[in-house]
């Protein structure tokens, strides 16, 4: 079982950063893939980013590649998404997931946190 919980959202202005944060209380977190997805109401799960187990791979949406970061920190069972740059369209609730394969569908991964809400003004 893998338990996660995102933090670092809020309310920022338009061309400010955050870094969210994915933290897991799973010992088998180094061994899974773990993607952020976001999401607004009404409207479908979008994905944002994923890194391997190790951290030495991650991919990206294309619109975000320029402007997002993925990292994670084994030791510490966690995750980061560094978001520069950030626009009113970047507004959503953002959520990280595990799972024991890639993929770019949220129905790929097991585990979900409750999210963090990401609100940008312009």
């Known amino acids: 079982q893998v338990q996660l919980v995102e933090s670092g959202g809020g309310l920022v202005q338009s061309g400010d950063s955050l870094t969210l944060s994915c933290a897991s209380s799973?010992?088998?977190?180094?061994?899974?893939?773990i993607a952020w997805f976001r999401q607004a109401p009404g409207k479908a799960r979008e994905f944002v980013a994923l890194?391997?187990?190790?951290?030495?791979?991650?991919h990206y949406a294309t619109s975000l590649r320029d402007r997002f970061a993925n990292s994670r920190d084994n030791a510490m069972n966690s995750v980061f998404l560094q978001m520069n740059n950030l626009k009113p369209g970047d507004t959503d609730l953002y959520s990280c997931?595990?799972?024991?394969?890639?993929?770019?569908?949220?129905?790929?991964?097991?585990?979900w946190g409750q999210g963090t809400q990401v609100t940008v003004s312009k």
């Open positions: 890194i391997n187990g190790s951290g030495d791979s991650m």
């Open positions: 799973g010992r088998t977190f180094k061994s899974y893939f």
């Open positions: 997931a595990a799972g024991p394969l890639a993929g770019w569908k949220s129905d790929k991964y097991d585990y």
